[in-house]
């Protein structure tokens, strides 16, 4: 099973995480929690690898609505967006929302989950029309 939806950027870093910023708000996302995870590898083990941020996106009607079903679906939010450097292009991925349903079996998560497809793709699309 694929939990992943994911865009392949032709822009830098840089670059590329400002426009997913834009694109989740543009879909009603708020960005909740950051983790530079190049950053915390460099801090605490001394390694060194490619630019790599993961964001805690949230649209707070659409958790609403799923904590109204499963007060548990919380160990499921935010939605994981990834942001990281491969060769010299920007790779997006975000959790896909279907997750939530499948793991859970909830039937009645599903047209939340739908939704937040649906606006997640929509974000995920807007970066691939922007100039390289």
Known sequence: MRYDRTVHVKSDFAT???????????????????????????????????????????????????????????LLLPCNVVVRAEGDHTVVQALDPGTMTALTGLEALRPVTEEATRRLDEALSALTRQPA
Do not use: S, W
């Open 16 to 74: 590329t995480v400002t426009a997913v910023r834009e694109a989740l708000a543009e879909q009603g996302f708020g960005i909740l929690t950051e983790i530079d995870v190049t950053a915390t590898l460099k801090a605490k083990l001394g390694h060194d690898m490619e630019d790599y941020l993961i964001l805690g996106a949230c649209n707070p009607p659409l958790a609403h609505r799923a904590l109204e079903i499963d007060r548990t679906i919380g």
